[in-house]
């Protein structure tokens, strides 16, 4: 009962913290998605067409960002004694990004491309999120960072539940599942938009902040990986 409730804490706090990022780069720095990356293709392809502001091309360089943080994220991830050592990396640069957005707010020496690094470096938090669910999938619901496919299972348990009688108790479980991913993202996304709103990037320290609490409260810095942990 105890690892369950700690699985679904984790899938609502790292759906709500990918929801919370990607928002927080489309607002605040030029309609870029930190979480979800290949949505930049279409940014970019509207960008192309509009011809928005000639940094179209920034939406491009996520894409390959986001694949050498894998690739890294991955042997980390492996090599590594600690199984959350990728999350805790992970609110170190969520943390770093908005402490740096507050300092350049504050610079004489503010520019478009001091925006675009910070953001970046939140892909790469991003990327390490995602290797952290693939690598240890068994540690929370489902992808904390895409729900596309969430929204599909959803809708497919949906039609159980609804359809079958007697109820299916795996569907109806599985549903509440993809509940708790869709709406810890949903969350992430509306928190993310109003904060975002009012203090742009600075925001992001929040998630970062959120995620590594959750890892000192219970303990999982120095937790050693092991195939029955969470």
């Known amino acids: 009962m105890e690892q369950e409730k700690s699985m679904a804490t984790i899938t609502l706090l790292l ?25 930049n293709f ?15 091309w920034q939406k ?15 042997v980390i991830g492996r090599k590594s ?3 959350f050592t990728l999350l805790l990396l ?5 943390i770093i990004s908005g402490l740096a957005s507050l300092l350049i707010r504050n610079s004489a020496f503010t520019g478009q491309w001091q925006l675009q690094v910070i ?10 999120q995602n290797t952290f669910g693939k690598l240890f999938n068994k540690a929370t619901y489902g992808l904390t960072t895409v729900m596309t496919g969430n929204v599909t299972q959803a809708a497919l348990d949906l039609t159980k539940v609804i359809g079958g009688r007697p109820i299916d108790p795996d569907a109806l479980v599985s549903l509440k599942k993809q509940l ?23 925001s992001i320290v929040i998630p970062g902040l ?14 050693r990986t092991r195939s029955d942990e969470i």
């Open 90 to 94: 992970e609110s170190g640069l969520l």
């Open 42 to 56: 279409i940014v970019f392809a509207y960008d192309v067409i509009k011809h928005a502001d000639g940094h179209g």
């Open 81 to 83: 004694g600690h199984k």
């Open 119 to 128: 953001a970046m470096v939140i892909v790469v938090a991003m990327g390490f």
């Open 180 to 202: 708790i991913l869709i709406s810890g993202f949903f969350f992430g996304c509306l928190s993310g938009a109003l904060l975002a709103g009012r203090f742009g990037m600075i």
């Open 15 to 39: 759906s709500f913290v990918a929801g919370f990022c990607d928002t927080v780069t489309f607002v605040a720095a030029g309609e870029l998605f930190s979480a979800h990356v290949t949505g």
């Open 60 to 74: 491009l360089i996520t894409f390959p960002v986001f694949i050498i943080s894998v690739m890294i994220g991955g």
């Open 210 to 223: 959120l995620l590594i609490l959750w890892l000192v409260k219970n303990n999982l810095i120095v937790s």
